[in-house]
């Protein structure tokens, strides 16, 4: 009885399961399927090829370099980095002098404590700070931003989907909206088109605005687009700061698998080089071995079974 039970609500299971699957496709295939105007207008990132790809990639230190140097110059006045070391930079090229440079003369400073009076203050950053947010508060970021809240970028290129092809899109996407796009959908006040923005429209205006915006200490021509490649490398670098360790890592686990695998099949030929052994498939209480048994029994004088 009680198996019959357990096949009757096994059955019950499977034919509620069944009638719900029949019953979502039915639904689905009648469905009316709109298609929205985010579907119709929105683009895919454009690809971007950044020395760091791949699981062999690297950095470019002096690419990095200029993307840091727009991210300080351009991006950072909305823009923090609050998962990021000044020191951090030493690993992008920068000696420890041009570091303490760099952080002493950021152009925000560090919330403090007054240590006299023990009332909030500011200080100058040093190395060992985080970037600082250019705003004391949310309710401040907003209020300077349209009520828009300008993400932090440190992790800016794993949050979003594309990554650095991303942000390189989206720097470099702002245009005029399409004469087909509906009324409704078009940017209202304080908001600009871009069709790689999720709902095409974005409260960050163009930060990137015209070629020559940043002047590069390595003479390489600053136009739109290659300060777009430059800082989402530079925000890539933010996200995955041991990507080198990473793929190195790797590597060697990879070779080390490799000449293992090597040994084992070695080993594997030297130990069964011969043909394989036979397993006999009679077991201690066949009849022959049996009769064996009691006959060395009886030859060594060994009585009972």
């Given at each position: 009885m009680v198996r019959i039970f357990g096949f009757l609500v096994g059955v019950g299971f499977v034919a509620v399961a069944a009638w719900s699957l029949l019953w979502g496709a039915i639904a689905f295939l009648g469905e009316e399927h709109v298609t929205t105007?985010?579907?119709?207008?929105?683009?895919?990132?454009?690809?971007?090829?950044?020395?760091?790809?791949?699981?062999?990639?690297?950095?470019?230190?002096?690419?990095?370099?200029?993307?840091?140097?727009?991210?300080?110059?351009?991006?950072?006045?909305?823009?923090s980095l609050g998962y990021v070391a000044f020191r951090n930079l030493e690993d992008l090229g920068y000696e420890e002098a041009e570091v303490k440079a760099i952080a002493d003369q950021w152009t925000t400073q560090v919330p403090s404590v007054d240590p006299k009076t023990g009332e909030a203050a500011t200080r100058k950053a040093i190395p060992a700070d985080k970037?600082?947010?250019?705003?004391?508060?949310?309710?401040?970021?907003?209020?300077?931003?349209?009520?828009?809240?300008?993400?932090?970028?440190?992790?800016?290129?794993?949050?979003?989907?594309?990554?650095?092809?991303?942000?390189?899109?989206?720097?470099?996407?702002?245009?005029?909206?399409?004469?087909?796009?509906?009324?409704?959908?078009?940017?209202?006040?304080?908001?600009?088109?871009?069709?790689?923005?999720?709902?095409?429209?974005i409260a960050m205006?163009?930060?990137?605005?015209?070629?020559?915006?940043?002047?590069?200490?390595?003479?390489?021509?600053?136009?739109?687009?290659?300060?777009?490649?430059?800082?989402?490398?530079?925000?890539?670098?933010?996200?995955?700061?041991?990507?080198?360790?990473?793929?190195?890592?790797?590597?060697?686990?990879?070779?080390?698998?490799?000449?293992?695998?090597?040994?084992?099949?070695?080993?594997?030929?030297?130990?069964w080089h011969g043909s394989p052994r036979r397993v006999r498939e009679t077991g201690p209480l066949d009849p022959g071995n049996m009769a064996k048994r009691d006959a060395a029994s009886r030859e060594a004088g060994i009585e009972g079974n």
């Open positions: 105007v985010e579907h119709r207008f929105h683009k895919e990132p454009r690809s971007l090829a950044l020395a760091s790809d791949g699981p062999f990639g690297k950095y470019d230190d002096r690419q990095l370099q200029r993307g840091f140097q727009v991210y300080k110059e351009v991006c950072s006045s909305c823009h970037f600082p947010s250019p705003y004391p508060n949310e309710v401040a970021a907003r209020a300077g931003n349209n009520n828009a809240l300008p993400p932090d970028l440190s992790l800016i290129t794993k949050a979003r989907e594309g990554g650095a092809a991303y942000v390189y899109s989206l720097l470099t996407g702002y245009q005029n909206p399409p004469a087909s796009l509906p009324a409704e959908s078009r940017p209202g006040k304080g908001l600009h088109f871009n069709p790689y923005f999720a709902n095409l429209n205006p163009p930060p990137l605005t015209a070629d020559g915006q940043v002047s590069y200490a390595d003479g390489t021509a600053a136009t739109r687009d290659q300060m777009a490649k430059d800082v989402a490398a530079f925000l890539t670098w933010t996200a995955e700061p041991r990507l080198e360790n990473r793929h190195g890592a790797g590597l060697a686990v990879l070779v080390f698998l490799i000449i293992a695998t090597v040994l084992a099949y070695m080993a594997y030929q030297n130990i």
